[in-house]
């Protein structure tokens, strides 16, 4: 079981992968923050400060402009999720997510899946919005 | 089986209504055109220019500034949709999307659930940004 978002940004893919990999650019799109730069090993904490929440992810890969790969939680045990940039031209890119290792067996499933594929697409929508226009659209969604 | 997606607008529920229903509006945030003004009763063709396709929906009941129910197609006979604004304080709204009657013995149904939900996260996610910021998002999700 796994669930694939893709989106089209017109930013070339260095603007894209800097927005996910710069802490001080990821307040525009999708978590408050991130404890420090997306390396290859690291362990991130991102918090948002809205919900009075935060959890880590596990860096397993990060191909500059191209991948980035990591697991939800400290280790690799959480669901892993992979990112990969696809340069269209000069100044276009395709951003497909994909998320994976989703329990087949779990009795709510279609509820889990439905509230990742939610959360996928509202922040591909808001990253587009914060690279093409500068515009803040997060923490808006309601669950 | 239905889908449920709500998000949080900060813009009165009179202007969040009139994006819905007035013809002029929709190409800023959902398809590229409807062929009139929303009224109950109405049957109202729908179309997507970028994807050359359209469609047509038959609106069933229309509660000014509240509420909007449709079904997919010219009748009664396509899954049903209510669109419910509500009111948070003078200028924001949070509008909530139902769709229900899935087939649950329909084999695909968990990808046809996936695919429902990302229009709609994305739709509202676009109505944010044009609401809020007058920034047009649409027509950028690949499936």
Chains 1, 2 share one sequence.
Not at 73 to 88: D, F, P, R, S, Y
């Amino acid at each position: 079981m796994f669930n694939i978002t893709k989106m089209k940004i017109d930013k070339p893919v260095s603007e894209v992968f800097e927005a996910f990999v710069d802490p001080s650019r990821i307040g525009g799109f999708w978590f408050s923050s991130s404890s420090e730069r997306w390396e290859e090993g690291k362990v991130i904490t991102l918090r948002y400060d809205e919900y009075e929440a935060q959890g880590e992810i596990y860096i397993t890969k990060i191909d500059l402009n191209k991948k980035i790969v990591f697991h939800w939680g400290a280790n690799e045990e959480g669901n892993k999720v992979t990112i990969i940039l696809n340069e269209q031209g000069a100044s276009k890119s395709i951003i497909e997510i994909s998320e994976e290792d989703f329990n087949e067996n779990d009795e709510n499933i279609i509820s889990v899946m439905l509230d990742n594929k939610e959360g996928w697409v509202y922040m591909l929508t808001c990253l587009k919005g914060y690279l093409e226009y500068g515009v803040n659209l997060r923490a808006s969604l309601i669950h």
